[in-house]
């Protein structure tokens, strides 16, 4: 089997699991669980054998031609679309394990199988995609299998409402992508990764409609809203799409278009990053859920990588611009770091995630964390693996995220101090809502039932969780990997000299203080230990968080909806009422005229001929 | 007359020309004997008999379908055999295999004499293959005759039905004025092109070439009898294929006449119909300055009239006699469209047999959804359809969908392709009272479909239902129908040899 086939083949394999899913097996779960298991297993092996064996390949197939419009089907495999891959394939197939313990008891074993499926087969579309048209099917596709499995239980209205909320949330950012790939087509001719990379026309709107698509799917300001309520979905959907891949797509996306970055563009894109990162992490604080938490985690780390993306050249590239390759070079930076840290992340989010996840199934889906508290000794090997995941996400030395988030916290050391502060701030927080959320969870006495009978879970619930710690543990020593993924890994920024001392010093410094600062204010009591203390303060931060849901609802419900309800009223009035019933009813009365002529009697039809003859005579006799 | 010109009339009968029309005669034949010689317990099988020869006629057709005799004028120039000729006898033979296959559904559900009827439809389509080939104003008129007498019998068979028996008569009034009208137009143009004081008067003027060279000669065609001649042979005409203004028949007939009549005269009659519209516009091209206008005002009116007045009908007989009105309009406009555009001509063969295989598919439902009264077919029947029998209820809607011209029906690209040789031709103003004539006709072909599909059965429905038996489709019907639909289906996506053979010209 040559790569290119081998590539179809892992397209291809999910998504012939979801049709036989939804075809046949619909009644049966355990078949179902096992077919999408298998294929989740396939797309591992062969995304690790094509990454490993150093397969780097591009193919397309033309799929339609209209007019001068041709879209072309295909494939580009580089180093980044190898490490995405690679990333997707085995944290999706832990994911698939720890699924087949966590939903056992669901009766919707198959649906959701199958919406698994069809979401790895879109996932592993977006990575493999080698022009953005294509790209733009699989980006719907995983929204849609995200609305499909956020909305699982959608006997809850509040998850059914979730989905809703993430699927048209979603629209608004793919929107302005759409108009981006369209305009990125009028202006160059082309949407084919490779061939703009070689070629293209600078424009700052591109870049930035193309971003829209990434505020979206990543959950940027200010469209950041969907991602808390999305966790309305079964954990690991959670942990799947809305912690370590799917959302991980628009980082992936900016760095495929990176080409067609300009600096101004940048800027924008640094500065959304950085105020996601900033304002997700204090509402993080507040929250009491245990995958809120998370969920706010997963937005502030997402504003990291977007951040990372944009820092990347921002300072350099003016002083470059005389030499485009340099600046190319430099550009890349960001790539590099924003795409490590979205592996690393993939790694320990979504182990803290399947950790939740475990907690939850231990604790009969109790998700407050109020109600937990005493874990560490019920659920021995969730807790340290969940510590592993909570170490790596604070920045502990020599864990996955120490090493990340250094090489982000370089760059904007290097190129934006502004940003740096913030960032580092940032990392505070981080650090302190993480060690809240550990703290309250497992240490302690229980502060329930749920929580005093809590019980670890089975092998499937567990396997995942040590493998996830492991990587959490080695995916930040980018010596381990193997030297297939130099394209990317080349380009991750390191400190060198004094600025190596300062950004260490910093790292562990913010760590400590949040990490110390959480563990001296917060008691594991019933209540938050913030909200008890400063009231203004919580106050300030609960606000923080409700006011976009408050924007978009005033929105929505005073100026959309009246508008709605005005061009409704217009519609029926004027194309409803005159145009459609107005001509209805005039063909009507024809129909009723033509009808009454029918008499039956036949006298008259005789003179129906003889009306008809006396016609046909003035023509003759040229009268008419 | 001298033997040798009876000689040399002799030696120009090729028999074997006629074939077809000969073993169809025969056919007839040999069912009347069978009924005699077979014991009553068997008699059920000559329909069959009739089937199978049949189709073994068409198989023999189509395997002779380029036959010696084409291009050659037969028995002293009374028939000429044309490629469209031969299209149309595979045209009149596919339709009465079909109308024998109405039959066998309907007739067992009456009290009537059987296998007459079958007698009498062979013999019409023989008539009729005849009526397409022929060359010369007395063969036209007795193979018309021939035809129209036929169905005088056949729209009044159902003899204890009054429906049926009013059909009858309004059909045989109506016909007989009509044959009236065709004849005293060919004694005008008899008159006027052998009249010896006008340039090129002919000694055959009941020849189709002679007429034809006679009209073309100085400013014959312009000559007031001859303009009349052609009128009325027109206006006789007309009423064969039910164009306006001599439609006004058709609801009243098609109501009562049995159902597998009313299909052979919705499909059979109106392509014989146009059959010979053909042959006479080429008899009569000297004088299109008088025909295209007419006809043309004659297709928008036909399309709006039958379109307009099929919108309030209940009965769906008289729903399909005018929707069959406004097909009659549409065919008009290719008809028109033929004089300049030579494609035409294919367009309406193409749609001819959409037509056809969209009409048998619904009449084949209609025939099995049949109660005891024949005349009495109204759109409440159909109401549930789907549920209770979900195959005729498909059939049904590819039938219908099709007629309305849905793509990706064979409906659909039969309009297309007249559409488009009317664009070609540049009648813009008629193509866009076809274009509303298509809107308009959507409406009422949903609505019965709406009635199978989406509505149940009211309490008076319930009653008729009730007093229904239970619809059996038997396995000739089954598959029979099962080909309309499938055929129907695949011609809109794949016109292929059909589309390539009836457009060959």
């Known amino acids: 089997m040559t790569p290119v086939q081998l590539a179809i083949v892992t397209l291809l394999a999910p998504l012939a699991s979801a049709a036989v899913i939804a075809l046949f097996l619909r009644r049966a779960g355990g078949l179902a669980s096992a077919v999408s298991v298998l294929a989740a297993t396939l797309i591992a092996g062969a995304a690790l054998m094509l990454a490993l064996g150093n397969f780097r390949f591009e193919a397309a197939h033309e799929w339609f031609q209209l007019g001068g419009l041709s879209l072309s089907l295909g494939i580009k495999f580089d ?55 294509m790209l733009f099917i699989f980006w719907e596709l995983v929204g849609f299998s995200s609305y499909l499995l956020i909305g699982h239980w959608h006997e809850k209205q509040s998850a059914s409402d979730a989905a809703k909320k993430a699927f048209i949330v979603n629209r608004v950012g793919d929107f302005g992508f759409l108009l981006g790939i369209v305009m990125c087509y009028w202006s160059n001719g082309t949407v084919n990764l490779t061939a703009l990379s070689s070629h293209h026309v600078f424009s700052m709107l591109i870049p930035l409609l193309l971003f829209c698509g990434a505020v979206g799917k990543s959950a940027q ?30 980082i992936y996306m900016l760095c495929r278009i990176n080409v067609l970055m300009v600096p101004d563009a940048l800027t924008v894109i640094m500065w959304t990053g950085t105020a996601t990162a900033l304002y997700a992490a204090l509402c993080a604080i507040t929250q009491s859920d245990i995958k809120k938490v998370l969920a706010y985690s997963t937005l502030s780390q997402l504003g990291f990588m977007v951040a990372a993306f944009g820092l990347g050249p921002t300072q350099f590239i003016y002083d470059n611009f005389s030499d485009p390759k340099i600046g190319m070079l430099l550009m890349q930076t960001g790539v590099g770091a924003a795409m490590f840290h979205l592996s690393t992340h993939a790694f320990f989010k979504a182990l803290l995630f399947l950790g939740s996840g475990s907690v939850i199934h231990g604790c009969h889906h109790e998700q407050d964390i109020f109600k937990m508290g005493g874990l560490r000794t019920k659920m021995p090997l969730t807790f340290w693996t969940f510590t592993i995941g909570v170490a790596a996400i604070i920045g502990f030395p020599y864990l996955a995220g120490f090493f990340s988030k250094d090489a982000i916290l370089y760059l904007a050391y290097a190129n934006n101090r502004t940003v740096f502060a913030v960032l580092a701030f940032t990392a505070i927080l981080t650090s302190l809502y993480m060690v809240r959320l550990w703290k309250l969870t497992f240490l302690g006495a229980p502060r329930s039932d749920h929580a005093a009978h809590a019980h670890e879970g089975g092998f499937t619930l567990t396997a995942p969780l040590v493998i996830l710690a492991v990587l959490s543990v080695l995916g930040g020593y980018t010596s381990l990997y193997p030297k297939v993924f130099t394209g990317v890994f080349s380009l991750i920024p390191e400190a060198e000299g004094s600025a190596h001392t300062v950004i260490v010093l910093t790292s562990l410094a913010v760590m400590l203080i949040g990490a110390v600062g959480a563990f001296a204010l917060y008691r594991p009591a019933a209540t938050d230990s913030l909200a008890q203390k400063s009231p203004g303060l919580f106050g300030a931060l609960t606000a923080l968080k409700e006011s976009f849901d408050a924007v978009y609802d005033y929105y929505v419900a005073k100026v959309q909806q009246r508008f709605a309800m005005l061009l409704n009223f217009l519609e029926q009035i004027f194309l409803s009422g005159l ?34 003859l006396t016609l046909f005579w003035a023509c003759a006799a040229g009268l008419l | 007359m001298t033997t040798d010109l009876l000689q040399q009339a002799a030696a120009s009968n090729q028999w074997a020309a006629i074939f077809p029309e000969l073993s169809l005669g025969c056919l007839a034949l040999l069912l009347l004997g069978l009924e005699m010689v077979l014991p009553k317990d068997n008699q059920r099988q000559i329909p069959l008999v009739a089937l199978v020869g049949q189709a073994g006629i068409l198989v023999g057709l189509l395997i002779n379908f380029y036959t010696a005799t084409l291009d050659t004028e037969t028995f002293n120039s009374l028939l000429r055999h044309t490629h469209q000729g031969q299209v149309m006898r595979v045209f009149f033979l596919v339709a009465s295999l079909l109308v024998t296959m109405l039959g066998m559904i309907s007739l067992p559900k009456q009290k009537v004499p059987r296998v007459e009827f079958y007698h009498i439809v062979l013999v019409i389509s023989a008539a009729m293959m005849l009526l397409a080939q022929s060359n010369h104003f007395v063969m036209l008129f007795v193979a018309l005759e021939t035809v129209t007498v036929g169905f005088y019998i056949l729209v009044s068979y159902f003899r ?59 400013a014959n065609a312009h000559h007031f009898l001859a303009a009349s001649g052609v009128l009325l042979v027109l206006a006789g005409i007309a009423f064969k294929i039910g164009a306006f203004p001599f439609q006004i028949w058709i609801p009243d007939v098609y109501q009562g ?21 053909f042959n006479l516009l080429q008899v009569f091209s000297p004088c299109s300055w008088l025909l295209v206008p007419v006809i043309t005002v004659m297709a928008a009116a036909t399309i709006l009239f039958g379109n307009f007045a099929a919108l309030t009908q209940h009965n769906v007989k008289r729903l399909l006699g005018l929707s069959g009105v406004s097909h009659a309009g549409f065919l008009l406009l290719g008809v028109v469209a033929s004089v300049t555009v030579p494609m035409a001509v294919g367009a309406v063969h193409f749609y001819l047999f959409a037509y056809l295989l969209a009409s048998f598919a619904v009449f084949g439902v209609m025939a099995h959804v049949a109660g005891a009264n024949d005349a009495d077919q109204e759109l409440d029947h159909y109401a549930g359809l789907a549920k209770t029998n979900p195959f005729l209820a498909a059939v049904l809607v590819i039938g219908l969908g099709s007629l309305a011209g849905i793509p990706p029906l064979a409906g659909f690209m039969g309009k297309l392709f007249i559409f488009v040789a009317a664009f070609k031709a540049g009648h813009y103003g008629l193509l866009g009272v076809a274009i509303v004539g298509v809107v308009v006709s959507i409406y009422y072909y949903f609505g019965w479909i709406k009635a199978a599909f989406f509505e149940t059965p009211t309490a008076s429905g319930d009653e008729c239902q009730a007093s229904r038996p239970q619809i059996s489709v038997g396995l000739v019907a089954r598959v029979v129908l099962t080909l309309l639909a499938m055929a129907t289906v695949v011609l809109g996506f794949y016109q292929g040899p059909l589309g390539v053979w009836v457009a060959l010209r």
């Open chain 1, 79 to 133: 180093d980044l679309a190898a490490l995405m891959l690679s990333v997707v394939g085995v944290v999706g197939w832990c994911i698939h394990v720890f699924s087949l313990g966590y939903m056992r008891d669901d009766p919707a074993h198959a649906r959701y199988f199958g919406g698994l499926s069809i979401f790895m087969f879109s996932m592993v579309g977006i990575v493999l995609a080698d022009n953005l048209f």
């Open chain 2, 160 to 218: 204890t039905s009054p429906f049926s028996l009013e059909a009858g008569l309004k059909y045989l009034v109506m016909g007989a004025l009509s044959s009236g009208l065709l004849l005293f137009g060919i004694a005008l143009l008899y008159g006027v092109a052998g009249n010896p004081a006008l340039p090129g008067h002919t000694a055959e003027p009941m020849g189709f070439s002679g007429l034809h060279s006679f009209l073309a000669t100085g």
């Open chain 1, 221 to 250: 300001l200010p469209l950041q809203i969907w991602l808390p309520d999305a966790m309305e979905g079964p954990t690991p959907v959670s942990a799947l799409i809305h912690a370590a891949t799917m959302v991980a797509a628009g």
């Open chain 1, 579 to 612: 145009i459609v019933r107005g001509l209805a009813g005039v063909a009507g009365l024809f129909g009723l005229g033509a009808r009454a002529l029918h008499v039956g009697n036949l006298n008259v039809y005789v003179y129906w001929f003889l009306g008809g």
């Open chain 2, 257 to 277: 006449a049995p159902t597998p009549v009313t299909a052979f005269l919705a499909v059979g009659s109106k392509a014989a119909g146009f059959a010979v519209l």
